[in-house]
């Protein structure tokens, strides 16, 4: 069997264009940080017309095996939305907030350490964000729910230590190391012939990272930092498993409520990700946004 010929190997090229990439030994094209958000910010209307069809037919096609209808369950389900909303992705969105916060502040100093030029700092640095940033959220959520106690005392005063704020912890050591690489990659963004300006000017290295270095690389931040908010926001319902009283653990108390009906999966649950998608979407087309308008000009 004859082979079959390799253009450029067995004869003329038949294009000039380039068919891999040059290999980049940093990774920095590896990873696209922005992902989720360009995901989402390409859906148009269409979308949510073929999600809406889906929603209406999936529960007629077991209508005929039940007697609970689809109308009783959007029924109940309209009955819960006060509960669900109010109690539940309340507490996700505080949740999410809380974890951001903690989480930015904390990896702003590991991601000024990690350029630090002092191995001793640097170093313990980088393993701690490395560490964070590849392990699974949800193992990070159960490490802090047995390892914090359910409440601390001291002395005669008894403190309660809630899931809720252990999800808190537990979420935001994913998001400090995120940040940290984000603030790393920033800094080091940065053209090194301002670091070399600086110096020539007898600028401390706290003078040139703080005054010169840092006031560029807040507008570049801030679209990553974004994107992983709302990352952040829909990981929010693995707080569950912690016995959070959050939006997915409330679904599946009204569900119960309402006598585990199979035909209240969908609309319950649907509406779930159409809430969370209400939410995350907004921010996802903003980031985009942000990202063309602070783009690096070279």
């Known amino acids: 069997m004859s082979r079959r010929a390799i253009p450029s190997l067995d004869g003329a090229a038949t294009t000039d264009l380039p068919v891999l990439k040059p290999f980049d030994p940093s990774g920095r094209t590896a990873h696209d940080?922005?992902?989720?958000?360009?995901?989402?910010a390409r859906l148009d209307w269409r979308h949510f017309v073929v999600f809406a069809l889906v929603l209406l037919?999936?529960?007629?096609?077991?209508?005929?095996?039940?007697?609970?209808?689809?109308?009783?369950?959007?029924?109940?389900?309209?009955?819960?939305?006060?509960?669900?909303?109010?109690?539940?992705f309340t507490f996700n969105i505080i949740i999410s907030f809380f974890s951001m916060a903690?989480?930015?502040?904390?990896?702003?100093?590991?991601?000024?350490?990690?350029?630090?030029?002092?191995?001793?700092?640097?170093l313990p640095a980088v393993f701690v964000t490395q560490l964070f940033r590849?392990?699974?959220?949800?193992?990070?959520?159960?490490?802090?729910?047995l390892a914090f106690p359910?409440?601390?005392?001291?002395?005669?005063?008894?403190?309660?230590?809630?899931?809720?704020?252990?999800?808190?912890?537990?979420l935001s050591l994913p998001i400090m190391a995120n940040i940290s690489e984000v603030v790393r990659g920033a800094v080091q963004s940065v053209p090194s012939g301002q670091w070399e300006a600086a110096e020539s000017l007898a600028f401390s290295r706290r003078q040139t990272l703080f005054e010169i270095i840092l006031p560029q690389c807040f507008k570049r931040?801030?679209?990553?930092?974004?994107?992983?908010?709302?990352?952040?926001?829909?990981?929010?319902?693995?707080?569950?498993?912690?016995?959070?009283?959050?939006?997915?653990?409330?679904?599946?108390?009204?569900?119960?409520?309402?006598?585990?009906?199979?035909?209240?999966?969908?609309?319950?649950?649907?509406?779930?990700?159409?809430?969370?998608?209400?939410?995350?979407?907004p921010i996802a087309r903003w980031t985009i946004s942000l990202e063309r308008r602070y783009a690096v000009k070279l």
């Open 102 to 122: 903690i989480g930015t502040l904390a990896g702003v100093i590991l991601g000024l350490m990690q350029i630090s030029p002092l191995a001793l700092v640097r």
């Open 150 to 170: 359910f409440e601390i005392v001291i002395g005669d005063l008894i403190l309660p230590f809630p899931a809720w704020m252990k999800a808190v912890i537990g």
């Open 134 to 145: 590849n392990s699974p959220w949800l193992v990070l959520l159960f490490i802090v729910l």
């Open 57 to 88: 037919l999936w529960p007629m096609v077991a209508y005929a095996q039940s007697r609970y209808s689809y109308g009783d369950a959007f029924e109940a389900l309209v009955r819960w939305i006060p509960f669900v909303v109010l109690d539940g």
């Open 221 to 281: 931040m801030i679209p990553p930092w974004m994107n992983w908010y709302a990352i952040l926001t829909m990981a929010t319902p693995l707080c569950s498993l912690l016995g959070v009283e959050e939006m997915i653990n409330l679904s599946r108390q009204a569900i119960e409520a309402e006598d585990n009906h199979p035909e209240l999966l969908v609309p319950f649950y649907g509406f779930t990700l159409l809430l969370f998608f209400a939410y995350c979407y």
């Open 33 to 40: 940080p922005l992902l989720i958000s360009r995901f989402l």
